[in-house]
């Protein structure tokens, strides 16, 4: 086990970093919300996907950091400090909103060119994405949940509607 300011420092780093990078890329991240792309040469298809590459990236890493700091961060009665907790937090918070812009820019995608089997699986993986992270939030502070048994649940279900729906003949 790692001592706790360790963790909470390199939370802190990580924090700022995301900070920084959110509102240097402020523009180029939520202009899908809007309804447009960002200034420059690229197309609807290039910006959601780099948008979804992006987002798998900092997902790995984030889940792996969260994960990683509270199984390795000194306990105290069997509970997570306080700071570790809320670093994991936002750690958490910031991929899910990388994950809504990663949808929205999708979704724009969607709005100019149609559905089609990829956009959709995609789409549905993004979702997925989506329900472990609010499952790991809620396992920062509760003890109960268990973020892999989620994960396994909610992925056999989109495998199961993907599988048993039509997917051709809804788009």
């Known amino acids: 086990f790692f001592e706790n300011i360790f963790i909470i420092s390199f939370l802190s780093a990580i924090a700022v970093c995301y ?13 899908a919300f809007n309804g447009f792309l960002p200034n420059g040469n690229i197309t609807y298809a290039q910006y959601a ?6 987002m798998c990236a900092i997902a790995v890493i984030n889940l792996t950091l969260v994960m990683a700091s509270m199984l390795l961060s000194k306990k105290q009665e069997g509970k997570v400090c306080l700071g570790v ?7 958490a918070v910031f991929t899910l909103i990388i994950i809504a812009t990663a949808v929205s820019k999708m979704v724009l995608y969607i709005n100019n060119y149609g559905m089609t089997v990829r956009r959709v699986t995609t789409s549905a993986f993004m979702m ?4 472990v992270f609010i499952a790991l939030i809620l396992r920062i502070y509760i ?4 973020v892999v048994k989620v994960g396994l649940l909610t992925a056999g279900v989109v495998v199961l509607l993907l599988g048993t729906v039509n997917v051709n003949k809804v788009c």
Not at 85 to 91: D, R, V
Not at 128 to 131: K, P, S, T, Y
Not at 143 to 146: A, D, F, G, P, R
């Open 19 to 31: 900070l920084l990078y959110l509102f240097s890329q402020l523009a180029y991240f939520f202009s």
């Open 49 to 54: 996907r780099k948008g979804f590459f992006e």
């Open 143 to 146: 003890n109960k949940i268990n």
């Open 128 to 131: 997925f994405l989506a329900v």
């Open 85 to 91: 907790k809320l670093l994991s937090t936002f750690i």
